[in-house]
């Protein structure tokens, strides 16, 4: 069974699945997303956020 | 140096349990330009993957490059072969590997075997969520 971590906190939401999303530095909150990272770039302070390409669950990966 | 423990990245998957991946963030630097970006630790990956939008967004001019081909579970896929500089954020040292960009990689980037597995002993405690990351060789020398 997976452990329940306090460190594995969950901000990202269904409305999140498979868009680029740029996270707080410290990954506390979404600052934005959008369908590709060029639309996200322009949305933020692009030294200021990680970006990341969201999974959308309702896929399998295997890469 | 001891592991250094990362959570992995949940979100919820619509029914109401978790999706989690062993995700951490890397800086990556392309002539003088550098930005934070997510990268899932994928021990069956050969060659570090970099998905072609990061490539563009930091400036690569990846039409240059030579072209190669991944072999994965849904078919081969074309690509472009090169290098990037990149560093655990908060661990470890600057790098540089062979990468291949893909347009079509569905995530962000894929760290794999050759040279992120070469460069970190990683370990998966997937029951609790979370994994643990070493600079690999430290504390070796001398012994």
């Known amino acids: 069974m997976v452990k ?3 460190r594995n906190k969950v901000i990202l939401t269904k409305e999140h699945a498979g868009k680029w999303v740029a996270f707080s530095l410290d990954k506390t909150k ?3 997303y959008a369908d590709t990272l060029e639309q996200l770039s322009k949305n933020v302070d692009e030294t200021k956020v990680i970006f990341s390409k969201v999974a959308d669950p309702s896929r399998t990966y295997a890469f | 140096m001891a592991y250094t423990e990362f959570p992995y990245q949940c979100q919820f998957d619509g029914d109401g349990s978790l999706f989690c991946e062993p995700k951490i963030t890397m800086i990556l630097e392309y002539e003088g330009k ?6 899932l630790v994928d021990s069956g990956c050969y060659r570090t993957h970099v998905n072609a939008s990061i490539a563009e967004w930091l400036g690569v001019n990846i039409g240059a490059l030579p072209d190669t081909t991944t072999i994965g579970i849904g078919g081969d896929k074309s690509g472009k072969l090169g290098r990037m500089m990149m560093q655990v954020n908060g661990l470890g040292e600057k790098f540089e590997v062979p990468v291949v960009f893909l347009e079509e990689l569905g995530v962000d980037i894929l760290l794999g075997q050759n ?5 970190f002993n990683v ?9 643990y990351l070493e600079p690999a060789g430290e504390g070796e020398e001398g012994q």
């Open chain 1, 4 to 6: 329940n971590n306090p």
């Open chain 1, 30 to 32: 979404v600052v934005s």
């Open chain 2, 34 to 39: 550098c930005g934070y970006y997510t990268a």
């Open chain 2, 115 to 119: 040279d992120f597995f070469e460069r």
């Open chain 2, 123 to 131: 370990r998966f405690e997937k029951w609790k969520n979370v994994f």
